[in-house]
């Protein structure tokens, strides 16, 4: 009775080794990785695709100048319920084990008339904090966005 057993557990096991092996190989293949974006076609894409100069030279704002009054209106119809979400996050000046670099808090000036601080965020990428970057981070050839030069930051 055992060796019954075995011997159907084995069949059983070549069978579908002999189905599923070769969809899986299939499947594989199918699914190959898109192929790598070459230098050539990134830098291509750096003036086919870009917004540079496409809202006047002295734009600041970038795509988000297609958020027109008309786009807010039209935005604030869909709204069905008025629930406000905040996007604010806690600023955390005392490291811990989920704040691995806090914010940096300093009084600069304190007189009669009023004072200046300065708070950094020496880590704003990380577990702490976030927020989005602009374009402006990223630059090429020395420009940043809309073909500002770098050295005249």
């Not at 100069?53 to 958020?67: A, F, H, I, Y």
């Not at 996050?89 to 304190?110: I, Q, S």
């Not at 601080?117 to 630059?139: E, K, M, N, V, W």
């Amino acid at each position: 009775m055992n060796t019954r057993i075995v011997l159907t557990t084995l069949g059983v096991a070549a069978l579908s080794a002999l189905v599923f092996v070769p969809l899986a190989a299939q499947a594989a293949r199918q699914s190959s990785p898109r192929p790598l974006v070459s230098e050539a076609q990134y830098e291509r894409w750096q003036t086919e695709l870009s917004n540079w100069g496409r809202w006047g030279p002295d734009d600041q704002l970038g795509t988000l100048n297609l958020v027109t009054p008309a786009k807010r209106r039209a935005a604030l119809a869909l709204v069905k319920d008025g629930v406000p979400v905040s996007l604010s996050t806690n600023t955390f000046f005392e490291k811990a084990v989920d704040v691995p670099c806090p914010a940096e808090w300093a009084m600069l000036t304190a007189t009669d008339t009023g004072a200046t601080d300065r708070i950094a965020y020496p880590c704003i990428h990380g577990a702490a904090a976030t927020h989005i970057d602009s374009l402006a981070h990223t630059f090429f050839a020395g420009k940043m966005w809309n073909g500002y030069d770098t050295k005249t930051l």
